[in-house]
């Protein structure tokens, strides 16, 4: 399924690749809010140059709010917007 597909509904478990580059803020917040626990929410890991493409994307507040709960590898002292 893709981000477009799982819209509007709710999923147990999750596995989201933001590896492709057509992955935008809209369709990542709209992957990573439809998992019912963050616990069941997982990443294909990253390829090289993903991680500073998907750093440059606008997040909104509630997802920085969301990552730096629940994401180990989130960055403490982000900025929230």
Same mark, same amino acid.
Request: charged residues 25%; glycine residues 2%.
């Given at each position: ?14 596995? /989201? ?9 809209? =369709? ?22 993903? =991680?500073?493409? /998907?750093? =440059? ?11 730096? =709960? ?12």
């Amino acid at each position: 399924m893709n981000s477009d597909q799982i819209q509007g509904q709710t999923i147990d478990r999750l596995i /989201v690749d933001i590896n492709d580059t057509y992955m935008d803020m809209a =369709k990542l917040h709209v992957s990573v809010s439809r998992v019912r626990r963050s616990a069941n929410l997982r990443f294909i890991p990253l390829r090289p140059g993903t =991680k500073e493409r /998907v750093e =440059k994307l606008n997040f909104p507040d509630n997802v920085l709010e969301w990552a730096r =709960k629940n994401l180990a590898s989130a960055p403490q002292n982000a900025p929230v917007r």
